[in-house]
């Protein structure tokens, strides 16, 4: 049976508590986990959803982030620098105006790299795990945030793919591919 409880506008709850058209099993889910979202009641009929909150973190967990949308883009960058960088076929960037990420853990284990002769191109990474991790791009207000370290779904999907004249020779497309879940 499904049940509403109404919420006053502007409500703030964790997007785990928030299955629209799903019944309650009755186990008690953790609180404060997935993105926050704000739901607002249009003319007592449409329920909309706006994503607060998008939170990151490096692969040993110590250097935690939060994005706030709106964000400025969402971009595939296939340059040698990004394969490099990546040690893949390219890098996944989300950008962010520096006023929208806050630091949740382990800014003081951050590394920096600005390679040399470039204008802006940093390497911003976690000194113990070796993950990349989101950096102030220079001389512009955005961040660049790798978007594999995102722990929830940001919503926003890649607009473009740039520099694709210098992509690797052997990335091939996706779909191109046979796909598994796991190991084959
Ligand atoms: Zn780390
Ligand atoms: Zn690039």
Redesign the pocket.
């Known amino acids: 049976m499904l049940s509403f409880q109404v919420l006053p506008q502007g409500t703030s709850i964790p997007l785990d508590h928030a299955h629209v058209g799903r019944t309650h099993s009755g186990q008690q889910r953790r609180a404060a986990s997935g993105p926050r979202v704000t739901y607002t009641l249009v003319l007592g009929k449409e329920i909309k959803m706006q994503l607060e909150a998008v939170t990151g973190?490096?692969?040993?967990?110590?250097?935690k982030f939060e994005i706030k949308p709106p964000f400025s883009g969402f971009r595939y960058c296939h340059c040698r620098r990004c394969q490099k960088a990546t040690g893949s076929s390219h890098a996944s960037n989300v950008f962010v105006p520096q006023g929208q990420i806050a630091w949740l853990a382990?800014e003081a284990?951050i590394s920096r790299f600005d390679l040399p002769g470039a204008k802006r191109f940093s390497v911003w990474f976690?000194?113990?795990?070796?993950?990349r991790?989101p950096h102030k791009i220079r001389e512009r207000d955005d961040y660049l945030v790798p978007a594999g370290l995102l722990d929830n779904d940001p919503v926003i999907r890649p607009e473009n793919s740039i520099f694709w004249g210098s992509k690797a020779p052997w990335y091939v497309e996706p779909r191109e591919i046979p796909k598994f879940t796991e190991y084959t």
């Open positions: 973190s490096c692969l040993c967990g110590s250097v382990g284990l976690c000194s113990r795990c070796g993950s991790v």
